[in-house]
């Protein structure tokens, strides 16, 4: 793979599976308790989970900054992730109607529950196919 497609993947992934940890993290603050989803109230793990989701997205934008940029990529690219995160929620915030915000393709919940794996196994796979 070219690293054109690895930073491609590395933002769109990361910073969707950043934003689910990040937007569940914000609904599991005491103050959010009458704005939070339903599947919240009934999952006792959702802080674990969150917890777990971050650092799978950390460890894998980490695992893939330094496969092509070496040591200070662990930094930029995590860095990268964060700000296309930020971008991401801007863009799905202000340009589709409420309706289709959180819709399946676009849930934070279920975001949760998959895209820091794939994001993991597509760093693991990089990694196994990196020639230096």
């Not at 939070?36 to 917890?51: D, G, Y």
């Not at 040591?71 to 929620?89: A, E, K, R």
Request: charged share 10%; proline share 6%.
């Amino acid at each position: 793979m070219n690293s054109i497609t690895i930073i491609i993947f590395s933002l769109v992934f990361g910073g969707l599976a950043y934003r689910s940890v990040g937007r569940t993290h914000e609904w599991l603050k005491p103050e959010q308790l009458i704005n939070r989803p339903q599947l919240l109230h009934r999952i006792a793990l959702a802080p674990l989970l969150v917890s777990i989701g971050y650092w799978i997205t950390l460890a894998s934008s980490a695992l893939l900054g330094w496969c092509y940029y070496g040591w200070i990529g662990i930094i930029i690219n995590y860095v990268g992730v964060i700000l296309s995160s930020l971008m991401l929620d801007v863009c799905i915030e202000l340009l589709l109607p409420l309706k289709l915000r959180y819709r399946w393709p676009l849930n934070p919940i279920v975001h949760l529950f998959v895209l820091p794996y794939v994001y993991l196994v597509g760093a693991i796979f990089v990694f196994i196919n990196h020639k230096p």
